[in-house]
Nanobody, 123 residues
Framework: QVQLVESGGGLVQAGGSLRLSCAAS????????MGWFRQAPGKEREFVAT????????GYADSVKGRFTISRDNAKNTVYLQMNSLKPEDTAVYYC????????????????WGQGTQVTVSS
């Protein structure tokens, strides 16, 4: 089992950048596919990005391709989300998640979740 804690959220102007971090506790971090999801008020939680166990592959939602980059450092038990060219539409609570199976990019395939960190992008 792994415990996840997000950090790095905050208020930023449109066009700015922000880096989120997700610190994991436990001894099996490298065995999980990791993902980032987000949820805006009144909307369903949506997939943002995913990264394989050894960083061999990444995937992104169409809405963030070219702007966001997911990465991980297994030695530090940490996954990151670098967010550039932020838009007001990116405003949401961002969640880090870990998947045991590593088979899907949908929320239902992730087993462990952080508490979330707020990202607000002003116009």
């Amino acid at each position: 089992q792994v415990q996840l804690v997000e950090s790095g959220g905050g208020l930023v102007q449109a066009g700015g950048s922000l880096r989120l971090s997700c610190a994991a506790s436990g001894r099996t971090f490298s065995g999980y596919r990791m993902g980032w999801f987000r949820q805006a008020p009144g909307k369903e939680r949506e997939f943002v990005a995913t990264i394989s166990r050894n960083s061999a592959s990444t995937g992104y939602a169409d809405s963030v391709k070219g702007r966001f980059t997911i990465s991980r450092d297994n030695a530090k038990n940490t996954v990151y989300l670098q967010m550039n060219s932020l838009k007001p539409e990116d405003t949401a609570v961002y969640y880090c998640a870990a998947s045991v199976s590593g088979r899907s990019n949908v929320a239902g395939s992730y087993d462990y979740w952080g508490q979330g960190t707020q990202v607000t992008v002003s116009s």
